[in-house]
């Protein structure tokens, strides 16, 4: 694994606009930098990533299937006692999933280490899929990359093939908080791609969804909801005025209720509980239980609900190091062992592998200088190259 650096592309305005993205006061593209890959090997992304990511997914399916005949772990994860049997009941009858991913720290010599999974609502999909690719192929076109080289990037292929999967009947409901730019651009992707697929969609903002007499969500011609996908918390959903109907209301849901429990923190303290020593894992414990005080060297002190590095704190010493604010944190803490994101050059890539529909299918890198990846973090794009 090496960071080279690169020229940009002379299109890359003219790309960008043709994208859709709105560019900065600069004149580049917000959070995307290509002055620089990152380069893999063939068996780096092979059996560090893709075998890590998909073996891991297998052991999330395996706290799942502990969640549904222990209670004990919802209350763990602080879900709500009135959505425990809604969670349960979704992993039970297998409800399909569409995407997450996981965020790995790599260096491409030791084992890839899981700092979280964003099991529900993760963001820079576009970026990850076709963005990414068109600036590899126009790279090689300029010869700014060697004749040859590849990309870790089914994503396209592997969303096409799981919405197509997905046997919809009726239109497909797909709501975000339409003012929040990076959402509202990952949904009107995946509504391409369901048009690809075939399928029809519907667009509102997570506001605009009814509720009738009968319990049943609706949209804003009062057409019953049958499928909704949402790029929206479940956490939130649960807090909703609205969400006490969601049991009742015949909507499936896109992602299924238990991404719940995958999407939450808590998820790094029961996969170190049930697979302790796994070599993608780091310690990490409930702030509350008594082996937490083994991490009293160095540590992260994670939120179990939160985004975007929100409310971090890197502890040494029982003193903060990195404190990032934020509005989490009242549902409690993890803490995990410090792992440093590597560092090239004063730069640390956070390696995210993306998952639809539990097969890994692709590969995003975001990039900043500091050690806890917020959303001020550049994406860089990366190639396979033996």
């Known amino acids: 694994m090496r960071r080279i650096p690169v020229a940009q592309r002379p299109n890359l305005k003219q790309s960008a606009l043709a994208h859709g993205y709105l560019l900065g006061d600069g004149g580049g593209v917000p959070c995307w930098d290509e002055t620089?890959?990152?380069?893999?090997?063939?068996?780096?992304?092979e059996d560090g990533i893709e075998s890590s990511a998909e073996e891991i997914e297998n052991l999330c399916f395996e706290v799942l299937n502990r969640a549904v005949a222990d209670e004990t772990v919802f209350r763990r994860l602080c879900i709500p006692?009135?959505?425990?049997n809604y969670?349960?009941?979704?992993?039970?009858?297998?409800?399909?999933?569409l995407f997450g991913r996981f965020?790995?720290?790599?260096?491409?010599?030791?084992?890839?280490?899981?700092?979280?999974?964003?099991?529900?609502?993760?963001?820079t999909l576009y970026e990850s899929s076709l963005f990414q690719w068109e600036w590899l192929e126009q790279a090689i076109g300029l010869g700014l990359v060697p004749e040859g080289t590849d990309q870790f990037n089914l994503l396209h292929e592997f969303l096409l093939e799981a919405i197509s999967g997905l046997e919809l009947d009726g239109p497909l409901?797909?709501?975000?908080?339409?003012?929040?730019?990076?959402?509202?651009?990952?949904?009107?992707?995946?509504?391409?791609?369901?048009?690809?697929?075939?399928v029809e969609t519907t667009f509102l903002s997570m506001e605009e969804i009814g509720v009738d007499a009968d319990g049943r969500f609706t949209d804003l011609d009062d057409r019953v909801i049958a499928t909704l996908f949402k790029l929206y918390p479940w956490e939130w959903l649960m807090e909703e005025e609205f969400g006490r109907y969601m049991p009742e209301s015949g909507v499936r849901f896109i992602e299924p209720p238990w991404k719940a429990v995958l999407s939450n923190k808590g998820l790094l303290a029961?996969?170190?509980e049930m697979f302790e020593g796994h070599p993608n894992l780091l310690p990490a414990y409930f702030e509350d239980d008594a082996r937490a005080a083994e991490l009293s060297g160095r540590f992260v002190r994670k939120p179990?609900?939160?985004?975007?590095?929100?409310?971090?704190?890197?502890?040494?010493?029982?003193?903060?190091?990195?404190?990032?604010?934020?509005?989490?944190?009242?549902?409690?803490?993890v803490v995990q062992m410090f792992h440093p994101l590597p560092d090239f050059d004063g730069r640390r890539p956070l390696t995210g592998c993306w998952?639809?529909?539990g097969g890994a299918a692709g590969l995003g890198i975001r990039e900043s200088r500091d050690l806890v990846t917020t959303e001020n973090a550049n994406f860089i794009p990366h190639v396979i190259l033996d």
């Open 81 to 84: 006692e009135a959505y425990w």
């Open 173 to 198: 409901h797909m709501a975000c908080l339409k003012d929040i730019e990076e959402d509202r651009g990952t949904v009107e992707y995946l509504e391409d791609v369901a048009a690809e697929a075939g």
């Open 304 to 333: 179990l609900l939160s985004r975007r590095g929100a409310n971090v704190e890197i502890v040494r010493e029982g003193n903060v190091e990195v404190r990032k604010d934020g509005p989490y944190g009242g549902e409690g803490f």
């Open 87 to 97: 969670v349960a009941e979704s992993w039970r009858t297998r409800e399909k999933d």
């Open 36 to 45: 620089a890959y990152y380069r893999f090997t063939l068996r780096q992304i």
């Open 103 to 123: 965020d790995f720290s790599y260096d491409g010599l030791a084992p890839a280490k899981l700092l979280e999974y964003n099991a529900d609502t993760p963001t």
């Open 355 to 357: 998952m639809v529909a």
């Open 270 to 272: 029961l996969l170190w």
